[in-house]
Protein backbone atom coordinates (compact mmCIF):
# COMPACT_ATOMS: atom_id res chain seq x y z
CA UNK A 1 0.00 0.00 0.00
CA UNK A 2 1.29 3.49 -1.13
CA UNK A 3 1.85 5.77 2.22
CA UNK A 4 0.81 9.31 1.27
CA UNK A 5 2.99 12.08 3.92
CA UNK A 6 0.82 15.03 4.46
CA UNK A 7 3.02 17.87 6.18
CA UNK A 8 2.21 20.56 4.12
CA UNK A 9 2.22 23.14 6.51
CA UNK A 10 5.20 22.81 8.13
CA UNK A 11 8.75 23.99 7.49
CA UNK A 12 11.90 21.93 9.07
CA UNK A 13 12.70 24.71 11.58
CA UNK A 14 9.30 24.58 12.97
CA UNK A 15 8.31 21.36 13.74
CA UNK A 16 9.23 20.30 17.24
CA UNK A 17 9.57 16.65 15.91
CA UNK A 18 7.70 13.20 14.23
CA UNK A 19 6.42 10.59 15.29
CA UNK A 20 5.20 7.29 14.22
CA UNK A 21 2.12 5.65 15.18
CA UNK A 22 -0.31 3.07 13.80
CA UNK A 23 -3.49 3.79 11.97
CA UNK A 24 -5.01 0.44 11.52
CA UNK A 25 -3.00 -0.09 8.34
CA UNK A 26 -0.55 -2.36 7.31
CA UNK A 27 2.47 -0.01 7.89
CA UNK A 28 2.85 2.65 10.26
CA UNK A 29 2.62 6.66 9.46
CA UNK A 30 5.13 9.34 9.87
CA UNK A 31 4.10 13.13 10.08
CA UNK A 32 4.58 16.41 12.36
CA UNK A 33 3.39 15.74 16.13
CA UNK A 34 3.58 19.45 16.81
CA UNK A 35 4.36 22.58 15.59
CA UNK A 36 5.36 26.46 17.31
CA UNK A 37 2.89 29.23 17.13
CA UNK A 38 4.27 32.91 16.30
CA UNK A 39 1.87 34.64 18.85
CA UNK A 40 3.42 38.05 17.84
CA UNK A 41 3.19 37.82 14.44
CA UNK A 42 -0.54 36.54 13.98
CA UNK A 43 -1.45 39.42 16.27
CA UNK A 44 0.59 41.93 14.26
CA UNK A 45 -1.30 40.30 11.18
CA UNK A 46 -4.59 39.89 12.37
CA UNK A 47 -4.55 43.68 13.52
CA UNK A 48 -3.35 45.05 10.25
CA UNK A 49 -5.61 47.64 8.24
CA UNK A 50 -5.83 46.10 4.78
CA UNK A 51 -5.16 48.44 1.76
CA UNK A 52 -7.70 49.63 -0.74
CA UNK A 53 -9.03 47.49 -3.06
CA UNK A 54 -7.77 48.65 -6.78
CA UNK A 55 -9.62 50.87 -9.29
CA UNK A 56 -11.27 49.25 -11.83
CA UNK A 57 -8.61 50.80 -14.20
CA UNK A 58 -5.47 49.18 -12.00
CA UNK A 59 -7.67 45.50 -11.94
CA UNK A 60 -8.35 45.53 -15.93
CA UNK A 61 -4.37 46.23 -16.37
CA UNK A 62 -3.85 43.52 -13.86
CA UNK A 63 -6.16 40.70 -15.39
CA UNK A 64 -4.42 41.21 -18.73
CA UNK A 65 -0.97 39.29 -17.00
CA UNK A 66 -3.09 36.83 -15.19
CA UNK A 67 -3.05 33.08 -15.60
CA UNK A 68 -6.49 32.83 -17.94
CA UNK A 69 -8.41 31.22 -15.01
CA UNK A 70 -6.68 32.94 -11.99
CA UNK A 71 -8.49 35.39 -9.44
CA UNK A 72 -7.57 37.04 -6.63
CA UNK A 73 -9.24 35.34 -3.36
CA UNK A 74 -10.40 37.78 -0.82
CA UNK A 75 -11.76 36.99 3.12
CA UNK A 76 -14.72 39.90 3.15
CA UNK A 77 -13.58 41.04 6.79
CA UNK A 78 -10.08 42.47 4.85
CA UNK A 79 -12.37 44.64 2.13
CA UNK A 80 -12.67 48.24 3.39
CA UNK A 81 -16.06 47.76 2.78
CA UNK A 82 -16.60 45.75 5.64
CA UNK A 83 -16.53 48.52 8.45
CA UNK A 84 -14.77 46.49 10.95
CA UNK A 85 -11.47 47.76 11.94
CA UNK A 86 -10.83 46.32 15.77
CA UNK A 87 -9.94 42.72 15.48
CA UNK A 88 -12.65 41.26 18.11
CA UNK A 89 -15.33 42.89 16.66
CA UNK A 90 -14.68 41.82 13.64
CA UNK A 91 -14.24 38.13 15.01
CA UNK A 92 -17.40 38.32 16.60
CA UNK A 93 -19.33 39.36 13.50
CA UNK A 94 -17.52 36.40 12.07
CA UNK A 95 -18.77 33.89 14.64
CA UNK A 96 -22.07 35.03 14.21
CA UNK A 97 -22.25 34.35 10.38
CA UNK A 98 -20.71 31.08 10.84
CA UNK A 99 -22.96 29.96 13.91
CA UNK A 100 -25.82 30.84 11.86
CA UNK A 101 -24.48 28.59 8.43
CA UNK A 102 -22.85 25.73 11.11
CA UNK A 103 -26.59 25.50 12.45
CA UNK A 104 -28.31 25.13 8.81
CA UNK A 105 -25.74 22.73 7.93
CA UNK A 106 -26.06 20.74 10.59
CA UNK A 107 -29.35 21.59 12.84
CA UNK A 108 -33.48 20.54 12.07
CA UNK A 109 -33.44 22.62 8.92
CA UNK A 110 -31.39 19.98 7.20
CA UNK A 111 -33.46 19.10 4.04
CA UNK A 112 -31.98 18.34 0.34
CA UNK A 113 -34.61 20.41 -0.72
CA UNK A 114 -32.87 23.35 1.15
CA UNK A 115 -29.30 22.66 1.08
CA UNK A 116 -28.21 20.86 -2.03
CA UNK A 117 -31.28 22.39 -4.56
CA UNK A 118 -31.40 23.81 -7.50
CA UNK A 119 -32.86 27.06 -7.89
CA UNK A 120 -36.67 26.60 -7.75
CA UNK A 121 -40.02 28.82 -8.53
CA UNK A 122 -40.84 30.99 -6.13
CA UNK A 123 -38.79 31.53 -3.62
CA UNK A 124 -36.36 28.35 -2.76
CA UNK A 125 -33.61 28.66 0.29
CA UNK A 126 -29.62 28.12 -0.13
CA UNK A 127 -26.89 28.86 1.88
CA UNK A 128 -25.20 32.68 0.86
CA UNK A 129 -23.12 33.56 4.00
CA UNK A 130 -20.32 33.30 2.10
CA UNK A 131 -16.62 33.93 3.50
CA UNK A 132 -14.82 35.07 0.63
CA UNK A 133 -14.73 37.07 -2.87
CA UNK A 134 -13.21 37.20 -5.98
CA UNK A 135 -13.87 40.10 -8.89
CA UNK A 136 -14.77 40.07 -12.40
CA UNK A 137 -15.85 41.34 -15.05
CA UNK A 138 -19.84 41.21 -16.14
CA UNK A 139 -20.77 42.11 -19.36
CA UNK A 140 -19.45 43.74 -22.61
CA UNK A 141 -17.42 45.44 -21.98
CA UNK A 142 -17.07 44.44 -18.35
CA UNK A 143 -18.52 45.93 -15.80
CA UNK A 144 -15.89 44.86 -12.83
CA UNK A 145 -17.97 43.71 -9.77
CA UNK A 146 -16.95 41.95 -6.15
CA UNK A 147 -18.84 38.18 -5.66
CA UNK A 148 -18.74 36.40 -3.05
CA UNK A 149 -18.06 32.44 -3.90
CA UNK A 150 -19.82 29.69 -2.01
CA UNK A 151 -19.01 25.85 -2.22
CA UNK A 152 -22.86 25.21 -0.72
CA UNK A 153 -24.37 27.23 -3.28
CA UNK A 154 -25.25 26.54 -7.03
CA UNK A 155 -26.64 29.94 -9.11
CA UNK A 156 -24.36 33.16 -10.33
CA UNK A 157 -25.99 35.91 -9.67
CA UNK A 158 -25.43 39.81 -9.52
CA UNK A 159 -27.32 43.10 -8.92
CA UNK A 160 -28.53 44.41 -11.95
CA UNK A 161 -30.55 47.57 -12.86
CA UNK A 162 -33.06 49.33 -12.15
CA UNK A 163 -33.43 47.09 -8.93
CA UNK A 164 -35.63 48.11 -5.96
CA UNK A 165 -34.35 47.63 -3.64
CA UNK A 166 -30.99 47.05 -3.82
CA UNK A 167 -28.16 46.25 -0.77
CA UNK A 168 -25.13 48.93 -0.78
CA UNK A 169 -22.69 47.16 -3.04
CA UNK A 170 -18.62 48.44 -3.30
CA UNK A 171 -19.43 48.92 -7.07
CA UNK A 172 -21.64 50.57 -9.69
CA UNK A 173 -25.03 48.13 -10.08
CA UNK A 174 -24.37 46.32 -12.76
CA UNK A 175 -26.31 47.75 -16.13
CA UNK A 176 -27.33 45.55 -18.69
CA UNK A 177 -28.23 48.51 -21.08
CA UNK A 178 -24.22 49.13 -20.98
CA UNK A 179 -23.50 45.61 -22.10
CA UNK A 180 -24.01 44.21 -26.11
CA UNK A 181 -23.84 41.06 -24.74
CA UNK A 182 -26.54 40.97 -22.53
CA UNK A 183 -29.70 38.67 -23.31
CA UNK A 184 -32.31 37.26 -21.81
CA UNK A 185 -33.74 33.74 -21.34
CA UNK A 186 -36.83 33.47 -22.69
CA UNK A 187 -39.56 30.60 -20.90
CA UNK A 188 -39.32 28.78 -23.42
CA UNK A 189 -35.72 28.03 -22.92
CA UNK A 190 -34.77 24.88 -22.30
CA UNK A 191 -32.73 25.74 -19.97
CA UNK A 192 -35.76 27.34 -18.06
CA UNK A 193 -37.97 24.33 -18.50
CA UNK A 194 -34.89 21.98 -17.11
CA UNK A 195 -34.79 23.66 -13.46
CA UNK A 196 -38.54 24.38 -13.58
CA UNK A 197 -38.19 27.91 -13.06
CA UNK A 198 -41.21 30.22 -13.37
CA UNK A 199 -42.10 32.67 -15.83
CA UNK A 200 -43.09 36.46 -15.61
CA UNK A 201 -43.93 38.21 -18.21
CA UNK A 202 -42.56 35.60 -20.63
CA UNK A 203 -39.21 35.80 -18.52
CA UNK A 204 -37.59 33.21 -16.95
CA UNK A 205 -37.75 34.23 -13.59
CA UNK A 206 -35.92 33.29 -10.23
CA UNK A 207 -36.16 33.86 -6.24
CA UNK A 208 -33.77 32.70 -3.34
CA UNK A 209 -33.93 33.28 0.07
CA UNK A 210 -30.53 32.70 2.12
CA UNK A 211 -30.19 31.32 5.69
CA UNK A 212 -29.27 34.78 6.80
CA UNK A 213 -32.41 36.53 5.71
CA UNK A 214 -30.96 37.90 2.90
CA UNK A 215 -33.10 37.30 -0.70
CA UNK A 216 -32.71 38.38 -4.02
CA UNK A 217 -35.41 37.75 -7.60
CA UNK A 218 -35.24 38.46 -10.87
CA UNK A 219 -34.43 37.28 -14.31
CA UNK A 220 -32.08 34.57 -15.51
CA UNK A 221 -30.08 35.99 -18.31
CA UNK A 222 -27.21 34.94 -20.47
CA UNK A 223 -23.73 37.27 -20.17
CA UNK A 224 -20.24 37.15 -21.08
CA UNK A 225 -18.05 37.21 -18.01
CA UNK A 226 -14.52 37.78 -17.75
CA UNK A 227 -12.44 35.88 -15.22
CA UNK A 228 -8.91 37.11 -14.85
CA UNK A 229 -7.45 36.73 -18.43
CA UNK A 230 -10.10 35.04 -19.91
CA UNK A 231 -13.76 35.59 -21.49
CA UNK A 232 -16.28 33.16 -21.07
CA UNK A 233 -19.45 33.80 -23.47
CA UNK A 234 -23.35 33.13 -22.74
CA UNK A 235 -23.21 31.86 -19.23
CA UNK A 236 -26.49 31.38 -17.85
CA UNK A 237 -26.75 33.68 -14.32
CA UNK A 238 -29.41 35.56 -12.67
CA UNK A 239 -29.83 38.94 -13.05
CA UNK A 240 -31.64 40.12 -9.66
CA UNK A 241 -33.76 43.44 -9.03
CA UNK A 242 -35.26 42.74 -5.67
CA UNK A 243 -32.89 42.40 -3.23
CA UNK A 244 -32.19 42.56 0.46
CA UNK A 245 -28.82 41.72 2.93
CA UNK A 246 -25.66 40.60 1.51
CA UNK A 247 -23.93 43.53 4.00
CA UNK A 248 -20.68 42.92 2.45
CA UNK A 249 -20.65 44.82 0.39
CA UNK A 250 -20.68 42.41 -2.76
CA UNK A 251 -22.39 42.74 -6.01
CA UNK A 252 -23.57 39.12 -6.17
CA UNK A 253 -22.72 35.43 -5.68
CA UNK A 254 -20.79 32.79 -7.79
CA UNK A 255 -21.73 29.57 -6.46
CA UNK A 256 -19.53 26.76 -6.63
CA UNK A 257 -21.58 23.57 -5.38
CA UNK A 258 -21.87 19.97 -7.34
CA UNK A 259 -25.57 21.50 -8.94
CA UNK A 260 -26.04 21.67 -12.99
CA UNK A 261 -26.21 25.82 -12.96
CA UNK A 262 -23.19 26.35 -11.26
CA UNK A 263 -20.66 28.12 -13.23
CA UNK A 264 -18.59 25.31 -13.75
CA UNK A 265 -21.28 22.65 -15.15
CA UNK A 266 -21.94 25.05 -17.84
CA UNK A 267 -18.15 24.97 -19.39
CA UNK A 268 -16.87 21.88 -18.73
CA UNK A 269 -15.24 21.41 -22.33
CA UNK A 270 -13.17 24.14 -20.89
CA UNK A 271 -12.45 23.57 -17.46
CA UNK A 272 -12.74 19.90 -17.47
CA UNK A 273 -14.70 20.17 -14.30
CA UNK A 274 -11.92 21.31 -11.88
CA UNK A 275 -11.37 24.29 -9.64
CA UNK A 276 -8.61 25.01 -7.32
CA UNK A 277 -8.35 27.68 -4.14
CA UNK A 278 -5.88 28.23 -1.63
CA UNK A 279 -7.66 30.11 1.31
CA UNK A 280 -5.18 33.14 2.72
CA UNK A 281 -5.47 33.50 6.11
CA UNK A 282 -7.94 35.97 6.83
CA UNK A 283 -5.54 38.08 8.15
CA UNK A 284 -2.56 37.61 5.71
CA UNK A 285 -0.57 40.11 4.25
CA UNK A 286 -1.52 38.36 0.97
CA UNK A 287 -4.33 37.15 -0.41
CA UNK A 288 -5.18 33.33 -1.61
CA UNK A 289 -6.41 32.09 -5.24
CA UNK A 290 -9.39 30.44 -6.87
CA UNK A 291 -8.43 28.99 -10.50
CA UNK A 292 -10.17 26.92 -13.34
CA UNK A 293 -9.06 24.49 -15.30
CA UNK A 294 -7.71 20.84 -15.53
CA UNK A 295 -3.99 22.00 -16.36
CA UNK A 296 -3.93 23.62 -12.33
CA UNK A 297 -4.47 19.82 -11.12
CA UNK A 298 -1.22 20.24 -9.01
CA UNK A 299 1.11 17.10 -9.24
CA UNK A 300 1.98 15.23 -5.87
CA UNK A 301 -1.72 16.08 -3.89
CA UNK A 302 -3.14 13.86 -1.90
CA UNK A 303 -6.60 12.30 -3.17
CA UNK A 304 -9.76 11.76 -1.53
CA UNK A 305 -12.81 10.27 -3.19
CA UNK A 306 -15.92 12.69 -2.67
CA UNK A 307 -19.09 10.94 -1.48
CA UNK A 308 -22.56 12.16 -2.35
CA UNK A 309 -25.33 12.47 0.17
CA UNK A 310 -28.77 11.69 -1.26
CA UNK A 311 -30.05 14.74 1.13
CA UNK A 312 -27.73 17.13 -0.43
CA UNK A 313 -26.23 15.17 -3.82
CA UNK A 314 -24.93 19.14 -4.95
CA UNK A 315 -22.98 19.40 -1.43
CA UNK A 316 -18.84 18.52 -0.97
CA UNK A 317 -18.65 14.98 1.50
CA UNK A 318 -15.50 13.30 1.76
CA UNK A 319 -14.76 10.34 3.85
CA UNK A 320 -12.88 10.71 7.36
CA UNK A 321 -11.84 7.20 9.52
CA UNK A 322 -10.64 9.03 12.61
CA UNK A 323 -8.54 12.14 14.28
CA UNK A 324 -5.37 12.74 16.17
CA UNK A 325 -3.82 15.01 18.50
CA UNK A 326 -0.11 15.32 18.33
CA UNK A 327 1.30 11.45 18.52
CA UNK A 328 -1.98 10.32 19.97
CA UNK A 329 -4.74 8.41 17.64
CA UNK A 330 -7.94 9.31 19.32
CA UNK A 331 -10.11 6.27 20.06
CA UNK A 332 -13.47 7.42 18.38
CA UNK A 333 -15.08 5.48 16.05
CA UNK A 334 -14.79 5.21 12.40
CA UNK A 335 -18.89 5.53 12.72
CA UNK A 336 -19.10 8.32 14.10
CA UNK A 337 -18.11 10.10 10.65
CA UNK A 338 -19.83 7.75 8.55
CA UNK A 339 -22.15 9.33 5.89
CA UNK A 340 -25.37 6.32 5.88
CA UNK A 341 -26.93 5.27 2.16
CA UNK A 342 -30.54 7.53 4.30
CA UNK A 343 -27.92 10.61 3.93
CA UNK A 344 -27.53 10.95 7.30
CA UNK A 345 -24.50 12.05 8.95
CA UNK A 346 -20.99 12.46 7.15
CA UNK A 347 -17.81 15.15 6.77
CA UNK A 348 -18.89 18.03 4.69
CA UNK A 349 -16.35 20.41 2.90
CA UNK A 350 -17.48 23.84 3.20
CA UNK A 351 -15.46 27.49 2.18
CA UNK A 352 -18.42 29.22 3.96
CA UNK A 353 -18.36 27.76 7.53
CA UNK A 354 -15.17 29.14 9.37
CA UNK A 355 -14.92 26.71 12.97
CA UNK A 356 -14.83 23.27 12.03
CA UNK A 357 -17.75 21.24 13.79
CA UNK A 358 -17.45 17.75 14.94
CA UNK A 359 -19.79 15.44 16.55
CA UNK A 360 -19.71 16.12 20.56
CA UNK A 361 -18.23 12.65 21.01
CA UNK A 362 -15.45 13.28 18.71
CA UNK A 363 -15.25 16.89 19.31
CA UNK A 364 -14.87 16.12 23.27
CA UNK A 365 -12.60 13.31 22.89
CA UNK A 366 -10.41 15.87 20.64
CA UNK A 367 -10.65 18.94 23.17
CA UNK A 368 -9.91 16.97 26.17
CA UNK A 369 -6.42 15.72 24.42
CA UNK A 370 -5.75 18.89 23.07
CA UNK A 371 -5.89 20.39 26.56
CA UNK A 372 -3.80 17.59 28.28
CA UNK A 373 -0.90 18.42 25.68
CA UNK A 374 -0.95 22.04 26.53
CA UNK A 375 -2.07 22.34 29.92
CA UNK A 376 0.54 24.75 31.15
CA UNK A 377 -0.67 27.68 28.58
CA UNK A 378 -2.80 29.99 30.67
CA UNK A 379 -6.56 29.74 30.13
CA UNK A 380 -8.99 32.34 28.97
CA UNK A 381 -12.65 32.64 29.03
CA UNK A 382 -14.80 31.17 25.99
CA UNK A 383 -15.44 33.62 23.26
CA UNK A 384 -18.20 33.30 20.99
CA UNK A 385 -19.26 30.02 20.61
CA UNK A 386 -15.52 28.65 21.00
CA UNK A 387 -15.06 27.20 24.45
CA UNK A 388 -11.83 26.62 24.86
CA UNK A 389 -8.98 29.70 24.90
CA UNK A 390 -5.58 30.60 26.07
CA UNK A 391 -4.00 33.78 27.52
CA UNK A 392 -0.90 34.31 24.61
CA UNK A 393 -0.38 37.84 25.56
CA UNK A 394 3.05 38.58 25.94
CA UNK A 395 4.09 35.27 24.55
CA UNK A 396 6.36 35.18 21.47
CA UNK A 397 6.50 31.20 20.05
CA UNK A 398 4.80 28.70 21.85
CA UNK A 399 4.99 25.32 20.90
CA UNK A 400 1.88 22.81 20.14
CA UNK A 401 0.96 19.61 19.61
CA UNK A 402 -0.89 19.21 15.82
CA UNK A 403 -3.95 18.01 14.92
CA UNK A 404 -4.25 15.17 12.52
CA UNK A 405 -7.20 14.25 9.82
CA UNK A 406 -7.40 10.66 8.84
CA UNK A 407 -9.06 10.09 5.50
CA UNK A 408 -11.10 6.79 5.02
CA UNK A 409 -8.23 5.75 2.10
CA UNK A 410 -5.05 6.34 4.80
CA UNK A 411 -3.78 9.49 3.73
CA UNK A 412 -3.16 11.90 6.29
CA UNK A 413 -3.83 15.84 6.41
CA UNK A 414 -1.77 17.78 9.31
CA UNK A 415 -2.95 20.79 10.77
CA UNK A 416 -0.29 23.75 11.46
CA UNK A 417 -0.43 25.74 14.53
CA UNK A 418 -1.82 28.39 13.13
CA UNK A 419 -5.07 26.29 11.82
CA UNK A 420 -5.71 25.44 15.35
CA UNK A 421 -5.31 28.30 17.67
CA UNK A 422 -6.59 31.66 16.36
CA UNK A 423 -6.01 34.99 17.53
CA UNK A 424 -9.61 36.50 18.20
CA UNK A 425 -8.64 40.02 19.83
CA UNK A 426 -5.59 42.16 19.88
CA UNK A 427 -5.29 41.18 23.92
CA UNK A 428 -3.72 38.42 22.73
CA UNK A 429 -6.57 35.77 23.33
CA UNK A 430 -6.30 32.63 20.88
CA UNK A 431 -9.42 30.38 20.81
CA UNK A 432 -9.14 26.24 19.69
CA UNK A 433 -10.62 26.72 16.18
CA UNK A 434 -13.53 23.34 16.38
CA UNK A 435 -16.77 23.59 18.65
CA UNK A 436 -19.54 20.43 18.56
CA UNK A 437 -22.14 19.26 16.52
CA UNK A 438 -25.23 18.33 17.89
CA UNK A 439 -26.18 16.15 15.06
CA UNK A 440 -23.80 13.24 13.28
CA UNK A 441 -22.90 15.99 10.59
CA UNK A 442 -19.44 17.34 10.53
CA UNK A 443 -18.25 20.13 9.23
CA UNK A 444 -14.44 20.95 7.75
CA UNK A 445 -14.83 24.56 8.23
CA UNK A 446 -11.99 27.49 6.33
CA UNK A 447 -10.28 28.19 9.01
CA UNK A 448 -8.50 24.65 8.86
CA UNK A 449 -8.33 24.71 5.03
CA UNK A 450 -6.27 27.99 5.25
CA UNK A 451 -2.61 27.72 3.91
CA UNK A 452 -2.73 24.74 1.48
CA UNK A 453 -4.08 24.63 -2.31
CA UNK A 454 -7.42 22.64 -2.38
CA UNK A 455 -8.40 21.38 -5.65
CA UNK A 456 -12.70 19.97 -6.37
CA UNK A 457 -12.36 17.42 -9.21
CA UNK A 458 -16.67 17.27 -10.01
CA UNK A 459 -15.46 15.19 -12.91
CA UNK A 460 -13.58 12.57 -11.52
CA UNK A 461 -15.56 12.53 -8.00
CA UNK A 462 -12.28 13.52 -6.15
CA UNK A 463 -10.88 16.71 -3.74
CA UNK A 464 -6.90 17.00 -4.04
CA UNK A 465 -5.21 18.10 -0.68
CA UNK A 466 -1.54 20.04 -1.71
CA UNK A 467 0.59 19.87 -2.26
CA UNK A 468 1.31 23.82 -2.85
CA UNK A 469 1.06 25.71 0.42
CA UNK A 470 -0.38 29.36 0.09
Not at 344 to 364: C, F, H, Q, W
Request: proline share 6%; hydrophobic share 35%.
Amino acid sequence: MLLLLLSLFFFTNSCAGQTTISSGHTHAIPFPTHDNLNVKKSLSQATQIPPLPKTQEEFKDESRNKSSWKLNLLHRDELPFSNFTDLGRRFQSRMRRDARRAAHLIGAKYEAEELGAEVVSGLGWDLGIAEYVVRIGVGTPPQYQYLEIDTGSNLMWVQCQPCKPCFPQYDPVFDPTRSSSFAIVPCSSTICNRIHLGCTRGRCSYGIVYIDGSYNMGTMVQETITFGGTVVRDVTMGCSQTNQGMVTGAGGLLGLAGGSMTFMAQIPGQTGGVFSYCLASWHAESSGSLEFGREIIPVGAVWVPLLRSIRAPTTYYIGLSGLGVGNIKLPISEDVFRLTEQGNGGVIMDIGTSVTRLPKVAYETLRYIYMTQIATIPRAPSFSQLDTCYDLNGLGTVQVPTISFFFTGGQIWTLAAKNILIPVNKRGIFCFAFAPSPTGISIIGNLQQQGIQITIDNSNGFVGFGPNNC
